[in-house]
C-alpha cells in the first residue's frame, strides 16, 4: 500500500502544476518579472539623459557648430595629409568631389551677397573702387610679351633703372579708361545729394521737420490747392 500511494502522490502533485490556477500565477510572475525590467531600464535610460542634458547645458551656446567644424577641419588635414603623400593637389581634389548643382548653388548664392555695405569711409571706398578695377583686367599676354621684349631688363625694373615716362599708353587702353570715367560720372549723376537751399523761396514753415511735412503736402496737394493760395496772396478769397 504504500508503495502505491508513493507512487501516486507525484502524479497529484503534477495535477496541481498544470492547473489553471498554477498557469495563471506563472503567468503573472512573468509579467511582473518583466514590467521590474522594463521599469529598470526605463529609470538607466532616463538618469543617462540627465546627466546628458546636464553636460550639454554646461557647454557653451555654440558648442554644436564649432564641434562640427573642428570635425571638418580634422576631415580637411587628414585630406590634406593623403594628398600630400599621394603628391596631388588637394584644392584640384576637392574641386574634383564638388558636384554642378552644389558648384551652381554655391555660385547663386554668391551673386545673391551684396559686396558693397555702403560708404564707411574714404579708404574702404577707394579699396572697393581698386578691386571693381582689378577685376575688370583681363590680362593681354601678347601686349605683355611685346614690352618684356622692349624694355629688355628694365621690364622688372631696379633701384638703378630709370623708365620713368617712357611708357606710353595705347589708344585701346585710353578709350578703355575713357569709358570707365564716363561710366563712373553717369553713377555719380544718379545718387541722391541734399537739396540746396533756395534764399529767394517763400517761407512758411517753423521748423525743419514742418518744412518737410509742407514739401510732402505740396507734392501731392499742391496742384489742387494752387488756386486757393493765388487767391489767399491776391486777398480775394472767399
Not at 542634458?53 to 593623403?82: G, T
Not at 614690352?147 to 606710353?168: K, M, Y
Request: some cysteine; glycine content about 2%; aromatic content about 8%.
Amino acid at each position: 500500500m504504500a508503495t502505491s500511494a508513493e507512487v501516486i502522490a507525484p502524479s497529484s502533485e503534477e495535477e496541481s502544476a498544470d492547473s489553471p490556477a498554477a498557469l495563471k500565477r506563472e503567468e503573472r510572475l512573468r509579467k511582473f518579472r518583466e514590467l521590474h525590467f522594463k521599469r529598470n531600464e526605463a529609470r538607466k535610460l532616463n538618469h543617462q539623459e540627465v546627466v546628458e542634458e546636464d553636460k550639454r547645458l554646461k557647454l557653451p551656446s555654440n558648442w554644436e557648430a564649432k564641434k562640427a567644424r573642428l570635425e571638418y577641419e580634422l576631415v580637411v588635414d587628414q585630406k590634406k595629409k593623403e594628398c600630400a603623400e599621394r603628391g596631388e593637389d588637394y584644392n584640384r581634389v576637392k574641386l574634383l568631389e564638388i558636384s554642378a548643382e552644389d558648384a551652381e548653388r554655391w555660385e547663386r548664392k554668391k551673386k545673391k551677397r551684396n559686396p558693397d555695405p555702403g560708404f564707411s569711409g574714404y579708404a574702404e571706398a577707394q579699396l572697393r573702387q581698386y578691386q571693381r578695377l582689378t577685376r575688370q583686367i583681363k590680362p593681354d599676354m601678347d601686349n605683355y610679351e611685346r614690352q618684356r621684349e622692349e624694355c629688355g631688363e628694365d621690364f622688372h625694373p631696379t633701384s638703378n633703372s630709370l623708365i620713368h615716362g617712357t611708357h606710353v599708353p595705347s589708344k585701346e587702353s585710353i578709350d578703355r579708361m575713357v569709358v570707365d570715367v564716363e561710366k563712373q560720372i553717369e553713377k555719380r549723376s544718379k545718387y541722391s545729394r541734399r537739396r540746396a537751399y533756395n534764399d529767394d523761396a517763400d517761407i512758411d514753415y517753423i521748423n525743419e521737420r514742418n518744412a518737410k511735412f509742407n514739401k510732402k503736402a505740396e507734392r501731392f496737394y499742391g496742384k489742387y490747392t494752387a488756386e486757393i493760395k493765388q487767391n489767399l496772396e491776391r486777398g480775394t478769397a472767399v
